[in-house]
T-cell receptor, first 113, second 114 residues
Framework: GENVEQHPSTLSVQEGDSAVIKCTYS??????FPWYKQELGKGPQLIID?????GEKKDQRIAVTLNKTAKHFSLHITETQPEDSAVYFC????????????FGTGTQLKVEL | DSGVTQTPKHLITATGQRVTLRCSPR?????VYWYQQSLDQGLQFLIQYYNGEERAKGNILERFSAQQFPDLHSELNLSSLELGDSALYFCASSPMTGLGEKLFFGSGTQLSVL
């Protein structure tokens, strides 16, 4: 089955700096890669996703890049703000996997003033 | 607010007991998913239902079972509870069951087995 590794487990940045979170996946057949943000006391919320036929996708301050050859994808947050502080999860779905998400272990992002 | 409602928010019980977690999906969503979140295992997919039928199964224990009712709400039943079952249980929903559909998560049920 699919295995998703995520790094770093914790990340602390100054407000206004950029943050990068990286994930690798094992199943070369995976073709959908969403990112979820989980705030304290809440469920995960989708913030951006990318499909395997695209190398990069951007939505305002958030961007995701995908390298299918290396089997890794990354989340980039620019101009970080305190409200970006949360746990971020990457995930992957292999072909034929329906909508069964395999999640990474999460990154606790702290944006300091 | 995701539109997915989970009850109860907190549940404290003893080993060996049985509990039922309830989930109401977003209006119109036909798919319901159950996930378990624990510190050592992260977010693990348990099971998916689509329009009342089981659609996909993950690492769900035999002591656990789920169902989706005609009104599309779902229940996750956990029996013969063990200390290791203590976790946050999330329900999510999506309109259909296609690849890459956006999942909307509820706020979870925190289960503590003492």
């Amino acid at each position: 089955g699919e295995n998703v590794e995520q790094h770093p487990s914790t990340l602390s940045v100054q407000e206004g700096d950029s943050a990068v979170i990286k994930c690798t996946y094992s199943d070369s057949a995976s073709n959908y890669f969403p990112w979820y943000k989980q705030e304290l006391g809440k469920g995960p919320q989708l913030i951006i996703d990318i499909r395997s036929n695209v190398g990069e996708k951007k939505d305002q301050r958030i961007a995701v890049t995908l390298n299918k050859t290396a089997k890794h994808f990354s989340l980039h947050i620019t101009e970080t703000q305190p409200e970006d502080s949360a746990v971020y999860f990457c995930a992957a779905i292999p072909t034929g996997g329906g909508n069964k998400l395999t999640f990474g272990t999460g990154t606790q992002l702290k944006v300091e003033l | 607010d995701s539109g997915v409602t989970q009850t109860p928010k907190h549940l404290i019980t003893a080993t060996g007991q049985r509990v039922t977690l309830r989930c109401s999906p977003r209006s119109g969503d036909l798919s319901v998913y159950w996930y378990q979140q624990s510190l050592d295992q992260g977010l693990q997919f348990l099971i998916q239902y689509y329009n009342g039928e089981e659609r996909a199964k993950g690492n769900i224990l035999e002591r656990f079972s789920a169902q989706q009712f005609p009104d599309l709400h779902s229940e996750l039943n956990l029996s013969s509870l063990e200390l290791g079952d203590s976790a946050l249980y999330f329900c999510a929903s999506s309109p259909m069951t296609g690849l890459g559909e956006k999942l909307f998560f509820g706020s979870g049920t925190q289960l503590s087995v003492l």
